[in-house]
Every structure is written in C-alpha cells, then in structure tokens.
C-alpha cells in the first residue's frame, strides 16, 4: 500500500501460500492489524537547495515508485515505522547476534539467541519464524501471531509461521533429510529496533553404514 498524496491511496495485496490456504478450506483472513515501512525512501534525495522552495524540499521522493507487494517480510518492510520519544538523536539498533546467518547441524544441540539493544532500551523481543516446521524453539513464550498453531508436516508446501516473545530464545535442528533455510524476524518491543536472521539446518539423518 502507498500514500501518494493526501487524497489518493494505492493498494497492492498479495496473498501468502498460508493465506491461500486458509481462503481454499473456507476460513476467513480476519485481518485486524497492519504495517507500514519506508523501504522504497531514499532520503538522499531530500533536495534542501530545490528552486521552488521548502514546500518542494521532497519532490523526488514523492515521485519515487512504489515497491511491488512481494509476500515475504525478510524482502519487503524491513524497516517498519516506529514512534519514538522527542528528543530521540539515534536510531536505536539490534546486536548480539554472532552472524547474519546460523547453521545447525545435529539435533538437541541448542543455539541461544540472545540480542540486545544499542540507542535503546528493551527488555524483551518478538521472534517471529516464517517457518517453525524444522526447528525446535524453546526460552520463550508462544506468540498469537493470526495462524494455525498445529504443527505442519516437515516437507510440505506451506511453511509454519510462528513466533515467540522474551529476552532470549533457544532453536535447535529437528532431523531432516535435506538442507533448509528459514528466516527469523527479532524486533525489539519497546524500541521496535529490528534485525533479520537466516537459520540453514543442515541434512542431518544418520544412514546405518553398510
């Protein structure tokens, strides 16, 4: 969705395979909340020296297209507005986490995820998964995040959003015959600081040897 002016509303929706799905078997979206992001902004563009004046300081960026809705959070609105107090001089941010990306190889080794913020202050985190299905979460409380909260098949086409609230969570490999990659959202609830982690879970069966 994009505000191009004070009169005139763009919305572009998508579904996602689980929103499909829950269309197909006749339930409803009961769609309550919603996000907004400035990820197509580019704030370089704020032309301070504009021949028209201040009122036209923006014009580049208002004239900036708008993004195509892709339904994926890791792509898209990565950078959520947020309301912070007044005298706010840094954007708060997320650290603690060792990489950009964690692998786990052998069931029941856990891997702690334990973030912390920097500009900010917060207690506790939201860690939403866009696929649970591979992985076992525990260290935190389950979150309502508007889906189904059964389990899903390990291998099947319609992936197991799920997520969890605290200061720190622990994730470790549930045994697959294939390598997987999930992603993970960490969002700081006071702050709304946000980081992004990919988890790959190596193949990790053991074959009795021959």
């Given at each position: 969705?994009?505000?191009l002016d004070s009169s005139t509303i763009t919305v572009d929706a998508i579904l996602t395979k689980h929103?499909?799905?829950i269309l197909a078997e006749g339930g409803s979206l009961g769609i309550s909340n919603f996000a907004l992001s400035d990820?197509?902004?580019?704030?370089?563009?704020?032309?301070?020296s504009h021949p028209s004046g201040s009122a036209n300081y923006g014009d580049a960026?208002?004239?900036?297209?708008?993004?195509?809705?892709?339904?994926?959070?890791t792509a898209v609105m990565r950078y959520k507005l947020v309301t912070l107090p007044r005298k706010t001089i840094f954007m708060p941010y997320i650290t603690g986490i060792p990489s950009s990306t964690i692998t786990?190889?052998?069931?029941?080794?856990?891997?702690?995820?334990?973030p912390s913020t920097v500009n900010g202050s917060d207690s506790s985190y939201n860690f939403v998964f866009n696929d649970e299905a591979p992985i076992m979460v525990t260290g935190g409380k389950k979150m309502n995040i508007g889906s189904s909260t059964t389990d899903f098949l390990?291998?099947?086409?319609?992936?197991?959003?799920?997520g969890y609230s605290?200061?720190?969570?622990?994730?470790?490999?549930?045994?697959?015959?294939?390598?997987r990659k999930i992603s993970c959202s960490i969002t700081g609830i006071t702050t709304g600081a946000v980081t992004y982690l990919d988890i790959v879970i190596n193949k990790n069966q053991r074959q009795k040897a021959s």
């Open positions: 969705m994009g505000y929103g499909r799905k990820d197509g902004v580019d704030y370089d563009l704020w032309n301070t960026i208002t004239s900036l297209p708008q993004l195509e809705a892709v339904p994926d959070d786990l190889d052998d069931v029941g080794k856990k891997f702690t995820i334990e390990l291998y099947q086409d319609v992936p197991m959003a799920a605290g200061g720190k969570i622990n994730i470790e490999a549930k045994s697959t015959k294939e390598q």
